[in-house]
């Protein structure tokens, strides 16, 4: 079975979500998204447009999700 391509990524297909729609992605708070956009780990992959707006790739926010999930999966003890 051939391997998919991937494309990169473009403006266009990698659009900028808010700390509202990776709330809603992570199932979690919006607080806990802006708490760790600054300075609690996991840190969130953010992009600072000024005076507090915040943006997100969501590719890159696809990417703290399997990064998480793997290092979840390393720490898990065999049975």
């Known amino acids: 079975m051939p391997l998919a391509v991937v494309s990169p990524q473009t403006p266009e297909t990698d ?12 199932n ?20 600072r447009i000024g005076d507090g707006v915040l943006r997100y790739r969501q590719s890159q926010i696809e990417e703290f999700v399997h990064e998480r999930e793997r290092l979840s999966n390393l720490r898990r003890k065999p049975r």
């Open 15 to 26: 659009p900028l979500l808010t700390a509202e729609n990776v709330a809603h992605r992570l």
């Open 28 to 47: 979690v708070s919006t607080d806990w998204v802006w708490d760790h956009s600054s300075r609690r780990a996991p840190l969130l992959p953010v992009i």
